[in-house]
């Protein structure tokens, strides 16, 4: 069985949601395009499906069509911009809650392993997408799960947004994925960016939930 989040669909080969104005925009931000940090790319994306903001709001010249909107990138890509060595995932509940509390709640949970499948299946069911963290000793990686397939009534894969992917295009609406241990700690993330890590032994870290408000 497959369950992706039903805001998301392909429109013309691209990936899109209902932004804030209620039309279908483009999901997908590769990283670079607007800062340095794979958390910062999964924090928008997911804005973007619980149609929070402004798809155009995420265009590096974007003159903001609202206070809060606006405050929110103040905070992320001014204040605490090029985040060239990432953020915690209590950095950037703190930031959330600074910049786009009026709009949003983030919820940062401290799970690990099969108790951070729980609550990302668990989500994913209600349609809210959660931004998670792998690591292993030499690797630690944020990306937006917003699906997962699973075998008996057992997840076995967490379907992602990489922002550290490949541009997704074509009839996927995801582009990387963490093939899951039942209940063993390493489980493999691949991804669809060939250049390394492009598949590794990780462990499911902290995640965070946003709800709007």
């Not at 794979?38 to 069509?65: F, P, Q």
């Not at 937006?144 to 947004?161: D, F, H, M, Q, R």
Request: glycine share 6%.
């Amino acid at each position: 069985m497959r369950k992706v989040v039903s805001q998301l669909k392909m429109q013309d080969r691209e990936l899109v949601c209902k932004d804030r104005s209620g039309k279908y925009r483009p999901v997908f931000k590769k990283q670079g395009s607007l800062d340095g940090a794979c958390a910062t790319y999964s924090v928008i994306m997911d804005l973007l499906i619980l149609g929070a903001i402004y798809e155009a709001d995420t265009r590096i010249y974007a003159e903001h069509k609202s206070r809060t909107t606006k405050k929110l990138f103040k905070v992320f890509c001014n204040d605490y911009g090029m985040h060239r060595e990432g953020q915690t995932f209590f950095k950037i509940t703190r930031m959330l809650n600074e910049s786009f509390s009026n709009v949003i709640y983030p919820e940062h949970r401290l799970t690990k392993n099969w108790a951070s499948v729980e609550c990302i299946v668990e989500s994913i069911q209600n349609n809210t997408p959660v931004i998670i963290s792998v690591q292993n000793s030499s690797f630690a990686h944020a990306m937006l799960a917003i699906g997962y397939e699973s075998a008996n009534g057992v997840p076995n894969k967490i379907l992602c947004l990489d922002p550290d992917g490949d541009y997704i295009h074509g009839k996927k609406r995801w582009n990387a994925e963490i093939v899951l241990c039942e209940g063993k700690t390493t489980t493999t993330y691949r991804s669809s960016n060939e250049g390394l890590p492009y598949e590794c032994k990780v462990q499911l870290d902290d995640i965070i939930i946003l709800t709007k408000n």
